[in-house]
């Protein structure tokens, strides 16, 4: 049986990582209410389906990407149940041959691993390397669902707050396009 802590409303007595440390202290800092849960080991998006329905919201799927070149990067959030299509999406930023970025930079550059990707990343990404691509349907759900960095934990925050404020904060205006 997969297991899902009850919902917490504080950080975790312990991080596992630099990334979930400076997450909730960035969250702290901007007094950004969030509820979260600690689970087993998350792989897909399917085993997010109890998660959501603990903390009453929809999961974002959260995807690192580049062009061929690789020297453009996204972080492009959408919707849990949309397939990624990387030549509509192409389309729709103008960038040809988007893919997915590879694992030694997707690691370098979010300060996570492949499966823990999240929008909190951008903190790290001090010189703007990273555009955020922030899907249309993902900004008009009043909340939004994501890893607190780690592939354990998972926290629901309005979206507003993340749009208006954390993005601001982190200095990456999102680009909000319609998929």
């Known amino acids: 049986m997969f297991y899902i802590s009850e919902i917490q409303y504080t950080a975790p ?11 909730y202290t960035t969250l702290q800092k901007l007094r950004i209410r ?20 603990k903390l009453d919201m929809k999961m974002v799927k959260t995807l690192f990407l580049c062009n061929r070149q690789k ?14 299509r990387a030549k509509e999406l192409s389309a ?23 499966g823990a990707a999240t929008i909190f990343s951008v903190i790290l990404d001090k010189n703007n390397h990273v555009q955020v691509l922030l899907d249309k349907d993902v900004v008009s759900e009043e909340y939004y669902g994501c890893s607190d960095g780690t592939t354990r934990g998972y926290m629901k925050i309005k979206t507003a707050s993340i749009v208006n404020y954390f993005l601001d904060f982190a200095k990456h205006k999102p680009t909000i396009i319609a998929i």
């Open 13 to 23: 007595a312990e991080y596992k990582t630099e990334l979930q440390e400076v997450i």
């Open 92 to 114: 729709v930023i103008n960038i040809p041959h988007l893919s997915f970025a590879p694992v030694d930079l997707f690691e370098k550059m979010l300060g996570t691993k492949v």
């Open 71 to 84: 020297t453009d990067f996204y972080l492009f959030i959408t919707t849990a149940d949309k397939p990624f």
């Open 34 to 53: 969030f509820e979260r849960v600690d689970t087993d080991e998350v792989i897909s998006i399917e085993d997010c389906i109890p998660i959501n329905r």
